[in-house]
């Protein structure tokens, strides 16, 4: 499929205009259309839940109360039927953590991984907004992190869009210094910034993940609801035009690929497969959403295919 580059952008820097337009965007994803996750899913027809219910209290049944809403526990204890009672959630803090880091400021394509980042970032800051939740961010360059606290209206948004544009230009300045090889810090400081109640999204490519990250991940599950969401480059599944012998380097080691052969692409499809279900199965351990992303084209042209 042949892509265009949106407004503004060049696929490697980030500016405040090609994120904004992402505003305008949002009523596609609103009830009663289409959940934006259920696209990157590829359910393109999946119906969208809604927003969901916050327990308040525990009473005596009463005649019409919902039988599935029953509490068995008080029942049982009390000898007496009682029923759960719910209220609409209406405001929840929604908080992205954002990677920049080095491995993010790569792209074979049509944009590095962090541009595609920041551009799912906006939309969903957009989409927090439009839904009447507070947004905040942890923006990780590997080398610092910064957090945003939960904001209502448009000054969320704004502000993550702005920070984002600014440390990327930083992150493509300071590319080759020596960083923090791990998510640690950024995971820190979502543990410190989240209430309890979060609907937290990261966006990354989780090169950086490590199994030691575990403990941090299952805090931070035990009291929010997590999604991932993996941002790739088709290089990185063995896809490539490219038939020659390339240098390439991960910043700890380099060495000679020959493209031309068979044996690398398959090598390095490989390699991806493994990382990938290894981020699926520490979703499926703790019940945490997978889900996956190229930086191969624009967000919105991806959503609509």
């Known amino acids: 499929m042949t892509y265009s580059l949106p407004a503004h952008a060049d696929g490697v820097h980030i500016t405040v205009e090609e994120l904004l337009p992402y505003r305008q965007h949002t009523s596609k994803w609103l009830p009663p259309a289409k959940s934006l996750w259920s696209q990157l899913l590829g359910q393109h027809q999946s119906r969208q839940l809604g927003r969901g219910m916050d327990f308040a209290e525990v009473r005596q049944y009463q005649p019409g109360d919902d039988i599935r809403a029953i509490d068995w526990r008080v029942t049982a204890r009390t000898g007496k039927p009682h029923t759960k009672l719910f209220t609409e959630e209406r405001e929840k803090p929604v908080i992205l953590y954002i990677d920049l880091s080095s491995s993010m400021q790569f792209g074979s394509t049509a944009m590095f991984k962090a541009v595609q980042a920041a551009h799912m970032a906006s939309l969903l ?181």
């Open 125 to 305: 800051s957009w989409l927090a907004i439009a839904e009447k939740d507070r947004i905040g961010a942890v923006i990780d360059t590997g080398s610092q992190v910064v957090e945003i606290k939960p904001t209502s209206r448009q000054k969320g948004p704004l502000q993550i869009i702005a920070q984002v544009a600014q440390l990327q230009e930083q992150a493509l300045t300071k590319a080759g210094e020596a960083a923090y090889d791990s998510m640690q810090q950024g995971m820190l400081a979502l543990n410190r910034l989240c209430p309890k109640g979060s609907d937290i999204v990261l966006i990354s490519d989780f090169v950086r993940y490590q199994d030691e990250l575990k403990p941090l991940f299952n805090q931070l599950h035990r009291r929010n609801r997590i999604r991932l969401i993996h941002i790739y480059d088709p290089l990185e599944q063995g896809q490539t035009l490219f038939r020659g012998t390339e240098l390439v380097s991960d910043q700890k080691q380099a060495r000679w690929l020959n493209f031309s052969l068979n044996s690398t692409r398959n090598g390095i499809k490989k390699a991806f497969e493994s990382h990938q279900e290894k981020l699926e199965l520490l979703c499926q351990s703790m019940k945490m959403e997978y889900h996956s992303l190229s930086s191969e084209g624009p967000l919105l042209q991806q959503l609509a295919g």
